[in-house]
């Protein structure tokens, strides 16, 4: 039998286990700043719409590195493959560590990772409010794909994709 319950104060904590039974990839968002590149691990990454080719993710308010991505008019969404765990941690804890990193900017200085799954070269196109996080929806100007199996995230915990069907 399911365990039931009314979202609230009170049950923030099952709240947020219920929603980590949704495995999602991860994904590092980065843009440059005036202080040089700036990226953040997200999870909260999902497509939108495929004419305009269209995607969104959603910073939390409260995170430190929001306010770059939030007026920024450019930014690349990396998704990362199932062995690029320490580039997740990495940017969960130091948006500001490129150091040893294999990237480059890109013609609008958006900085580029390489060896992702999948990457998507982005303009912002609207901001809305979401709660405690904002919703960034962008407009996709490249996009690049790689082989691999992609880095996933399922009830707090990091782990790779089994096929078991």
């Not at 609230?8 to 949704?22: E, H, V």
């Not at 990495?90 to 294999?102: E, N, S």
């Not at 390489?114 to 919703?135: M, N, P, Q, V």
Request: one cysteine or more; hydrophobic letters at 40%; a negative charge.
């Amino acid at each position: 039998m399911p365990t039931e319950f009314l979202p609230g104060p009170d049950t923030q904590r099952a709240f947020r286990d219920a929603l980590g039974l949704f495995g999602t990839g991860v994904t590092v968002v980065t843009t440059t700043t005036a202080q040089g590149p700036v990226g953040i691990t997200a999870n909260s990454f999902s497509s939108l719409s495929l004419d305009p080719p269209l995607v969104l993710w959603s910073p939390a308010k409260a995170a430190r590195r929001a306010t770059h991505f939030l007026n920024a008019p450019h930014y690349a969404i990396h998704v990362l493959t199932q062995d690029q765990f320490a580039l997740c941690a990495r940017f969960a804890a130091d948006g500001f560590d490129f150091d040893g990193l294999d990237w480059a900017p890109n013609e609008n200085n958006t900085p580029l990772i390489a060896g992702c799954l999948a990457r998507f070269e982005c303009r912002r196109t609207a901001l809305h409010d979401g709660g405690d996080h904002k919703i960034v929806v962008g407009q996709v100007e490249k996009a690049a794909t790689a082989d691999g199996d992609p880095l996933m995230f399922f009830k707090g915990t990091y782990g790779a994709f089994a096929s078991a069907i």
